[in-house]
């Protein structure tokens, strides 16, 4: 993610107000439990200011930021962690999550594939070039390596959610250089293969490494795996033993057929979920309102155009996020009373919606509002 990805802007047109009388309809579906895609992290809340310095283009249609801090101090960070990237795009900031794309101890990196209809990929594709400043928030996430180097590794990347893998593929084999690890990888033809030559390279210096490309519209000539991958098929290609650590990153589809086709145990699977970044879909109220922080019993004031999160944050309230577009669910609380609207499409699964929560990071009081936190 992510990278996160963004999604067509045609995902994202429709719009949620919270009344507790009724359920709203699942834009976007999320297991229950704690997120796997975007866990809370500790660093979550550090902001650091970058620029960049280099803008590799991987494929047509994606390229990477290479970064570094201004002052000169290095960002820590796991593989397969993300970046939240806010950039300045006519006077507004947005924010976007793109994951890291290099090795523990490297450059600082993410990679931005070209969406259609995308505000920020296409902003970063045509307007950011080397010395461009920005911010950005993180690292974060917890789609992460096991302690254990020498456990055998799984991964099924599709598109783009080769981001977060390759990170952790050459983390991996730099920690361990002999460890036994398999990518399955899915594009549409070989021009849009992402760290084509990264990956060539990684199989011809660990030669335990197998890597399977799987192309769905694959340009004359080509003589390797073809076809649509389906979960049985992903299964069948990773061919992972029982004590093998699975990590899947593309289509919430794929990665759930495959998670259901895989003959190991669900605590070895992991899954990068990216979503869709929410669009200003509802109305950003333009009057201040009301908020009351039950559990803390603080009262605060929404400014016009703030989220409850930005309004909760800059009152000294100490509260949960992650990813701040909508993807993580770190930033989740009920609505007691008051109606809210919020950015779509978001994480929330139907019975969360259901339940009367809301992401303060997308979500706005249209009038006086009572939550609980």
């Not at 999550?97 to 490297?106: L, T």
């Not at 993180?138 to 390596?145: E, K, T």
Request: proline residues 7%; neutral net charge.
């Amino acid at each position: 993610m992510p990278s996160l990805v963004t999604m067509p802007r045609s995902l994202a047109a429709r719009i949620a107000t919270f009344n507790l009388s009724k359920p709203y309809p699942i834009t976007i579906p999320r297991p229950n439990g704690p997120s796997k895609r975007w866990g809370q992290s500790p660093t979550a809340l550090v902001q650091r200011h970058v620029r960049v310095v280099d803008v590799i283009r991987e494929t047509d249609d994606a390229v990477t930021l290479e970064l570094e801090t201004t002052d000169g101090r290095p960002v820590e960070f796991r593989a397969g962690q993300y970046l939240t990237h806010c950039f300045d795009i006519g006077g507004v900031t947005i924010k976007r999550a793109y994951s890291i794309c290099d090795a523990e101890g490297d450059r600082l990196a993410c990679t931005v594939k070209s969406i259609d209809g995308g505000e920020v990929s296409g902003f970063v594709h045509r307007g950011v070039a080397v010395g461009y400043e920005y911010t950005v928030l993180g690292p974060s996430g917890d789609f992460a390596l096991p302690q254990d180097d020498s456990v055998p590794l799984a991964f099924l990347a599709a598109g783009s959610g080769i981001t977060p893998v390759i990170s952790m593929i050459e983390t991996a084999l730099r920690r361990s250089p002999s460890r036994d690890i398999s990518l399955v990888y899915a594009s549409r033809r070989q021009t849009e293969i992402i760290f084509a030559r990264r990956l060539q390279a990684l199989v011809a210096k660990h030669p335990q490494l197998r890597v399977v490309h799987v192309l769905s519209q694959p340009e004359p000539g080509w003589s390797g795996e073809r076809g649509r991958l389906t979960g049985q098929r992903a299964a069948a290609l990773l061919a992972p033993e029982r004590s093998t650590e699975v990590f899947l990153c593309g289509p919430m589809e794929l990665m759930d057929a495959t998670a259901a086709a895989l003959p190991i145990e669900p605590d070895r699977i992991h899954r990068e979920r990216f979503y869709a970044a929410p669009q200003h879909t509802c109305t950003v109220p333009t009057e201040p309102q009301a908020l009351e922080f039950r559990a803390s019993g603080r009262k605060v004031t929404q400014r016009p155009g703030e989220t409850i999160l930005d309004a909760g944050l800059r009152s000294g309230l100490r509260l949960d996020f992650s990813c701040t577009v909508g993807g993580c669910a770190a930033c989740k609380i009920r609505v007691i009373r008051g109606a809210v609207t919020i950015d779509e499409p978001n994480c929330l699964s139907d019975q969360e919606r259901a339940d009367g929560y809301i992401l303060s990071c997308s979500a706005y009081a249209q009038e006086s509002a009572v939550l609980d936190a």
